[in-house]
């Protein structure tokens, strides 16, 4: 099972001092979180993609060729990478060639995106999302999976006799993960293609969640891929932890309360009750995270949400010392004597190579 942080790159007002960081020091602070990552033992570093502010995370695969550089085992991904309205030419050959920069260590996470007013800014309408989604990224896997395509659809240019270069790593793309908080036909989408499904598992309650997950698995049964339990998921999740619980719930409170996602809405009571946020001591994070386990089944990647709402970059350090020294050993160790026999392996690039070295091409294709 695999372990990581996502960052959404926002910048936010410390509500404790008013202090609003500049773009410039706020991506610094992202590359040092990354970096913060790898040191204290975690195995994944995600960024979302925004084009608009607060946010600042505009061109993930620069940032993340940047990260590699400075990293050896840390794998890179994205938490979201818009299918909808970036091109999947583009996509294809920026994240092939992340690839090749960082050794394989790279894979990445479709999505739609939350914020209606990028599709007309990249020449979209929102109310294609679904079929744009469906149709670029059927695109995009035919550019990484052939030498030489021809195609036409409904939303870009024709392609005639097109190679995308460079080609993917050892021939074997990025693994995808698609991600959705409340969409069906993309949890559909991830089990047709027998890709990883990861819901963001942030806003909404357990519930929600589980009907997302159970769905991909039983499609992805479905579709012939294996059965529901060997589907590859992932799950995010917020945390802020000091080593005592009250001292948590009181430093975190002016963050929650004027965070620009959830802020001036439910209590931090309310929503750590209804939602999977968790503030508090390291142990309290360790049992709610393996409780997840309890509506999703096991799982292959979790990712946490730790650099949000203003913090700051010295208190999200401290941040990632707890959960690599405190809370990741424990939860390695419980999820892996939890584990049954028979439940696939996070993916990487190396166990992808050896797979597709081991079945024949003409199934490959299939």
Same mark, same amino acid.
């Given at each position: 099972?695999?372990?990581?942080?996502?960052?959404?790159?926002?910048?936010?007002?410390?509500?404790?001092?008013?202090?609003?960081?500049?773009?410039?020091?706020?991506?610094?602070?992202?590359?040092?979180?990354?970096?913060?990552?790898?040191?204290?033992?975690?195995?994944?570093?995600?960024?979302?993609?925004?084009?608009?502010?607060?946010?600042?995370?505009?061109?993930?695969?620069?940032?993340?060729?940047?990260?590699?550089?400075?990293?050896?085992?840390?794998?890179?991904?994205?938490?979201?990478?818009?299918?909808?309205?970036?091109?999947?030419?583009?996509?294809?050959?920026?994240?092939?060639?992340?690839?090749?920069?960082?050794?394989?260590?790279?894979?990445?996470?479709? /999505?739609?995106?939350?914020?209606?007013?990028?599709?007309?800014?990249?020449?979209?309408?929102?109310?294609?999302?679904?079929?744009?989604?469906?149709?670029?990224?059927?695109? @995009?896997?035919? @550019?990484?999976?052939?030498?030489?395509?021809?195609?036409?659809?409904?939303?870009?240019?024709?392609?005639?006799?097109?190679?995308?270069?460079?080609?993917?790593?050892?021939?074997?793309?990025?693994?995808?993960?698609?991600?959705?908080?409340?969409?069906?036909?993309?949890?559909?989408?991830?089990?047709?293609?027998?890709?990883?499904?990861?819901?963001? #598992?942030?806003?909404?309650?357990?519930? #929600?969640?589980?009907?997302?997950?159970?769905?991909?698995? =039983?499609?992805?049964?479905?579709?012939?891929?294996?059965?529901?339990?060997?589907?590859?998921? /992932?799950?995010?999740?917020?945390?802020?932890?000091?080593?005592?619980?009250?001292?948590?719930?009181?430093?975190?409170?002016?963050?929650?309360?004027?965070?620009?996602?959830?802020?001036?809405?439910?209590?931090?009571?309310?929503?750590?009750? =209804?939602?999977?946020?968790?503030?508090?001591?390291?142990?309290?994070?360790?049992?709610?995270?393996?409780?997840?386990?309890?509506?999703?089944?096991?799982?292959?990647?979790?990712?946490?949400?730790?650099? #949000?709402?203003?913090?700051?970059?010295?208190?999200? @350090?401290?941040?990632?010392?707890?959960?690599?020294?405190?809370?990741?050993?424990?939860?390695?160790?419980?999820?892996?004597?939890?584990?049954?026999?028979?439940?696939?392996?996070?993916?990487?690039?190396?166990?992808?190579?050896?797979?597709?070295?081991?079945?024949?091409?003409?199934?490959?294709?299939?």
């Amino acid at each position: 099972m695999q372990f990581g942080i996502f960052t959404v790159g926002d910048v936010t007002a410390d509500p404790t001092t008013g202090r609003v960081p500049s773009e410039h020091e706020r991506i610094k602070a992202m590359l040092a979180i990354a970096q913060k990552a790898e040191e204290v033992g975690l195995d994944v570093f995600a960024t979302g993609e925004h084009h608009n502010p607060p946010f600042v995370p505009s061109s993930p695969t620069t940032m993340l060729g940047y990260i590699a550089a400075r990293t050896e085992n840390l794998i890179l991904s994205t938490s979201t990478t818009l299918i909808t309205t970036n091109d999947p030419v583009k996509i294809a050959e920026d994240f092939a060639m992340l690839q090749h920069v960082a050794d394989g260590r790279v894979d990445v996470m479709m /999505g739609r995106g939350n914020t209606g007013p990028v599709y007309p800014w990249f020449g979209k309408d929102i109310r294609d999302g679904i079929d744009l989604a469906i149709e670029n990224y059927a695109l @995009l896997r035919r @550019l990484w999976d052939e030498d030489t395509v021809t195609w036409k659809g409904k939303f870009r240019t024709p392609l005639q006799s097109f190679t995308s270069t460079p080609r993917p790593l050892d021939g074997v793309a990025p693994f995808v993960w698609h991600g959705s908080i409340r969409s069906p036909e993309i949890a559909e989408q991830a089990a047709y293609y027998g890709d990883g499904f990861f819901h963001n #598992h942030i806003f909404w309650p357990a519930s #929600h969640t589980e009907q997302m997950v159970n769905l991909y698995r =039983q499609r992805y049964a479905h579709y012939g891929h294996g059965t529901p339990e060997q589907a590859i998921v /992932g799950l995010g999740g917020q945390v802020f932890m000091r080593k005592n619980s009250q001292d948590a719930v009181r430093e975190f409170r002016p963050y929650f309360d004027n965070a620009p996602v959830y802020g001036h809405g439910p209590s931090l009571e309310e929503f750590t009750s =209804q939602t999977p946020l968790t503030v508090g001591s390291p142990q309290q994070v360790i049992e709610r995270t393996l409780s997840f386990r309890d509506y999703v089944g096991d799982y292959q990647r979790q990712l946490f949400l730790m650099d #949000h709402a203003g913090l700051p970059l010295k208190t999200v @350090l401290e941040q990632l010392d707890l959960l690599g020294e405190e809370v990741v050993p424990v939860l390695r160790k419980e999820f892996a004597n939890l584990r049954p026999a028979g439940i696939p392996d996070a993916p990487t690039h190396p166990a992808r190579v050896a797979a597709a070295r081991e079945t024949p091409k003409e199934e490959t294709q299939a």
